[in-house]
């Protein structure tokens, strides 16, 4: 039996896309054969290997004295099946639940079914008989119906294109290629064959084939691990666009209890001192209180404020040399009658510490933040704040003999609402922000800041802060000049 080259050029593509379909289904099966998606894409290789070992296997019906008919019926329901499963696995990396996809996958079951009947009753298409002029090849003459069922399943391949070209997962839009050269062999089959004999509708498929198959082993499809990688990647994205909606609504809200807060305290402080009438001592009293309580809710709203600015990255620093003595010293003169009142010892050992290239209001923060926790947390004894020289940072220790925390509460200290004690009945109020904005603020600068502490020993609190430089030095001259 002598091939023609078109016998030969359609049985090689066939071939080859029927060993790329073994390869890939054995592949994905063997990779994780309870993933859904490899379920999908197994189903996609298996119809995909029978049909190219079917319409093979039509370019020799006449040699071996088979009815064509049936030989044409089960390569086209195996093409129809092929086609519905590309898209249930393309699909599969949408959202299952659409309603878009439920309608897609019901309609190409569907489409399956009926006209896998229908072919088979002979009315979409009949007289299947060898062409004369091709050397293996057939044909057959379409009914009405059948040209009806052609457009229906070159239509699910357009819409199929679409939306996965239109997909929000990377991987799935990968895939739209495949469909698009479906297209090519169906119109191919379709306009070209029954013309000319040139088989691209064969190459189309192969091409196809080869496509999916790359596409599955560039993006790893089969495994398990990646598919939980771009889970975990569309959570990081949701994490972060739910972050970015509570900083503007905590950004939102501090400005609004802002203006009505001061405006109580204001007019709390005017009744207070007397400007519209004298007050007796209980209603001072409640006044005083309402004051007190006043400042302690703002200090909160602003901390709240801060912390969003700075998650937001709004904060800009305005670095500039900050001699280390004057901004302690100015420090300890506000938390100092704190101090006092408790009965503890301030200890200063920070003369001749040189200068930071800080933000000095942000530095002031940072420090007040740390001193005043440590005037919080110790009831007797002192406090002690030392500063030195630190290879290009100046380092800035907090030294208390508080009440102490365990290495484990530590790991809570610098996160956000949090604190070492977080029983209902704690003794300390607070909510939990100051360290956690003195870290970011200090992380911001460029430095560190971390604690050492035992219970019942104290905790020293360790922040490192860039030095100035030389450079820093000239343009802060500089700009002082201007």
Not at 104 to 121: E, T
Not at 216 to 221: G, I, K, N, S, W
Not at 365 to 377: L, Y
Request: some cysteine; aromatic content about 8%; glycine content about 8%.
């Amino acid at each position: 039996m002598t091939l023609s080259i078109t016998t030969i050029i359609v049985v090689t593509a066939n071939g080859l896309t029927a060993v790329l379909a073994a390869a890939l289904l054995m592949l994905v099966l063997w990779q994780a054969p309870r993933q859904r998606t490899n379920q999908l894409f197994a189903l996609v290789m298996l119809t995909l290997g029978a049909y190219s070992v079917i319409n093979a296997l039509s370019r020799f019906v006449g040699e071996i004295n088979m009815d064509p008919a049936p030989v044409f019926y089960l390569a086209t329901m195996t093409y129809g099946a092929f086609v519905v499963a590309v898209f249930y696995f393309g699909s599969a990396y949408g959202s299952g639940h659409a309603p878009t996809v439920r309608a897609m996958r019901l309609i190409g079951g569907v489409l399956v079914v009926v006209q896998g009947v229908l072919l088979w009753s002979g009315q979409l298409m009949i007289n299947i008989r060898p062409v004369a002029v091709q050397d293996g090849g057939y044909q057959g003459e379409f009914t009405p119906l059948g040209y009806f069922a052609t457009g229906t399943v070159l239509a699910y391949l357009i819409a199929t294109t679409i939306f996965l070209y239109r997909m929000p997962d990377e991987r799935g839009r990968s895939l739209w290629p495949a469909p698009f050269l479906m297209i090519c062999s169906a119109v191919s089959a379709t306009l070209i064959w029954p013309r000319v004999p040139l088989p691209f509708s064969a190459v189309f498929l192969a091409a196809a084939a080869a496509w999916m198959g790359w596409r599955v082993l560039r993006y790893e499809l089969f495994n398990p691990l990646a598919e939980l990688h771009v889970q975990l990647a569309q959570k990081n994205a949701e994490l972060e666009a739910a972050s970015e909606m509570k900083t503007q609504f905590l950004t939102s809200m501090s400005h609004e209890l802002r203006t009505p807060l001061n405006s109580i305290i204001g007019y709390s402080e005017l009744v207070i001192s007397g400007i519209y009438g004298a007050l007796n001592d209980t209603q001072r009293d409640r006044l005083q209180k309402v004051i007190r309580n006043g400042h302690h809710l703002l200090s909160l709203i602003n901390d709240v404020l801060d912390l969003s600015r700075i998650e937001a990255g709004r904060v800009v620093l305005d670095r500039r040399a900050v001699p280390i003595p004057a901004l302690l010293e100015n420090v300890l003169a506000t938390i100092e009658p704190l101090a006092q009142r408790k009965g503890l010892t301030i200890t200063r050992e920070f003369a001749g510490a040189p200068a930071v290239h800080a933000d000095e209001m942000r530095a002031r923060q940072i420090v007040t933040n740390v001193v005043a926790n440590a005037v919080k947390f110790t009831h007797e004894g002192s406090v002690t704040v030392r500063a030195f020289g630190s290879g290009s940072m100046v380092q800035i220790e907090v030294i208390d003999t508080g009440i102490g925390i365990t290495s484990e509460q530590a790991d809570l200290v610098f996160a956000e609402f949090h604190q070492a004690d977080s029983s209902v009945t704690r003794r300390y109020e607070g909510t939990g922000l100051g360290l956690a904005i003195t870290k970011k603020l200090v992380e911001l600068h460029g430095g560190r800041i971390w604690l050492e502490s035992a219970p019942g020993h104290g905790t020293t609190f360790f922040i490192t802060l860039p030095a100035v430089s030389a450079s820093a030095e000239k343009d802060d001259r500089t700009r002082s000049a201007a």
